[in-house]
């Protein structure tokens, strides 16, 4: 068992993108990124079987598709395929979790 504040183990890089692997395991992957407003994870897929999810826990932003966006703010949560396309783009400061099983 392990116990990790989030808040003192990733900070924020005004440069881009701070990304923190939480944790690791044959059976999922968690991983916690920081963006500060204007930055974003650009629309991607993986070529590998599995689900993600994305969880806001601080800020506001918007889930990218292919197609189209959808508004991301605290206790929202994007379920989907790995391989569909998927991002994310902050409008405010955005602290966001990703679980990612099975981890690749």
Not at 13 to 33: A, E, M, Q, R, T
Not at 58 to 82: H, N, R, S
Request: hydrophobic fraction near 40%; glycine fraction near 8%.
């Amino acid at each position: 068992m392990k116990k990790i504040n989030l808040y003192e183990a990733n900070g924020f890089n005004d440069l881009g993108l701070s990304k923190f692997l939480v944790h690791d395991s044959p059976y999922f992957k968690i991983l916690s990124f920081n963006f500060r407003a204007g930055q974003q994870l650009p629309i991607h897929s993986h070529d590998s079987e599995g689900q993600l999810s994305i969880l806001i826990i601080e800020g506001e932003g918007e889930f990218l598709a292919q197609d189209k966006t959808m508004p991301a703010k605290v206790g929202d949560i994007l379920v989907c395929e790995i391989s569909v396309p998927h991002g994310i783009r902050a409008t405010t400061d955005m602290r966001v979790m990703v679980t990612i099983a099975p981890p690749f």
